[in-house]
């Protein structure tokens, strides 16, 4: 059961970098004579992942298939 968790949370983290890099090239790169809202587009969507993956761990904690490792 942990491995059908920790997969979809891999691909969300994937997706999140993903985003970020996206948004740098076009803050970075991009001329903006296409589309002027990308960088904005590509943060929003950067940020609904974010709030996924947040959620997602939180009912995984709740449901008991996340556990916090104990202190040493």
Excluded at 7 to 26: E, R
Excluded at 38 to 50: D, N
């Amino acid at each position: 059961m942990e491995l059908m968790y920790k997969i979809p949370v891999i691909i969300i983290l994937g997706f999140i970098v993903f985003s970020l890099a996206q948004g740098m090239y076009y803050l970075a790169k991009d001329d903006g004579d296409e589309d002027k809202t990308r960088v904005v587009r590509a943060l929003t969507v950067r940020i609904v992942l974010s709030l996924t993956l947040f959620l997602l761990l939180i009912l995984g904690y709740f449901l008991g298939v996340l556990q916090p490792s104990p202190l040493s």
